[in-house]
């Protein structure tokens, strides 16, 4: 099943911060997080695996809930370089390795100077 | 280090015609995924191959196959074309066949079926 992705679209002036959310109703078993811009490939930003856990560079961070079942990636003091579109790809808590991320829809973010 | 790789960048087809899309993984990497991008939809997962070995398909149907090379290239074969397989194709590859291996992707084919 396809998490939820929201908000669905965000415009920022630089500076600002912006949360973007990926819900399961289901347990997930990993989050892995991409920034895709216009015309390029998606670009792997951080992957989470364990409940309660939270990492990030620079000024991207992204945590996973207690219950994994959603996780946020918090983008603070927008630079322009931001703009994209985010997308959480998810591994249910199941019984093997299948290989297969299920993406979310996609949260456009498109911040202005 | 050069990353995914995929040929060609643009492919135009008719209705029932084939199409075939071919992925160089990062040197190292042993699996590749493929996925479907449709404009305005998300990413739809489409295969994974391990070693030379179908692992996992995605909800395709049977006219979308592949297949991964000894040197772990990957072609990705759509036949009898229809409009609605239009969309960008990409495809990833990763050091190994886990859950927690990143997939780095390719800039992707984009395919149109007139």
């Known amino acids: 099943q396809q998490p939820v992705q929201s908000p669905q679209a965000v415009i920022l002036r630089e500076g600002e911060d912006a949360v973007i959310n990926c819900s399961s109703s289901k347990a997930l078993y990993s989050v892995h997080w991409y920034r895709q811009k216009h015309g390029e490939a998606p670009v792997f930003l951080m992957i989470?695996?364990?409940?309660?856990e939270q990492k990030g560079h620079d000024k991207i961070s992204a945590s996973f809930n207690e219950k994994k079942q959603q996780s946020s990636l918090y983008l603070t003091a927008s630079q322009l370089s931001y703009s994209g579109t985010y997308f959480c790809g998810t591994e249910k808590t199941s019984s093997g390795n299948t290989g297969k991320l299920i993406f979310g829809q996609g949260t456009t973010l498109q911040v202005k100077p | 280090e050069a990353g995914v790789t995929q040929s060609p960048t643009h492919l135009i087809k008719t209705r029932g015609q084939q199409a075939t899309l071919r992925c160089s993984p990062i040197?190292?990497?042993?699996?590749v995924y493929w996925y479907q991008q449709a404009l305005g939809l998300g990413l739809q997962f489409l295969l994974w191959?391990?070693?030379?070995?179908?692992?996992n398909r995605g909800n395709f149907p049977p006219r979308f196959s592949g297949r991964q090379f000894p040197n772990y290239s990957s072609e990705l074969n759509v036949n009898a074309l229809e409009l609605e397989d239009s969309a960008l194709y990409l495809c990833a590859s990763s050091l190994g066949g886990h859950s927690t291996d990143t997939q780095y992707f390719g800039p992707g084919t984009r395919l149109t079926v007139l």
């Open positions: 191959y391990d070693e030379g070995e179908e692992r």
């Open positions: 040197s190292g990497h042993t699996s």
């Open positions: 989470l695996l364990k409940g309660g």
